[in-house]
C-alpha cells in the first residue's frame, strides 16, 4: 500500500474511530458509514496533510476509499494550475 494510501485510511479511521486495519481500498463510503458531513471533514483533513486542494465538485464522484486515494495522488502530482476531478 502507498504512503498515500495509508495517510488516507488513517484520517478515515480517526475520524470514524475505527480501526485501521478495517478499511481497505475497495471499501465504500457507506459501508463505513461516511455521509456527506463526514466526506467534507476528511477533506479537509486530506487537503490539510497533503497540502493539497480538492475542488468541491470532485467530492460528489467519489465513491470509495480507492477513488479518494486515487483523486489525492492526481493531485499531488499535477501541477497547482490544473484541476483534476
Known sequence: ???IATRCIDIIAKSKSIPADSISLT????ELNIDSLDKINISFEVEEAFNI???DEALSTLRT???MV???AKLTTAPAHITTH
Open 1 to 3: 500500500m502507498t504512503d
Open 27 to 30: 471499501n465504500t463510503f457507506d
Open 53 to 55: 486542494e480538492i475542488p
Open 70 to 72: 486515487e483523486g489525492v
Open 65 to 67: 476509499v480507492g477513488d
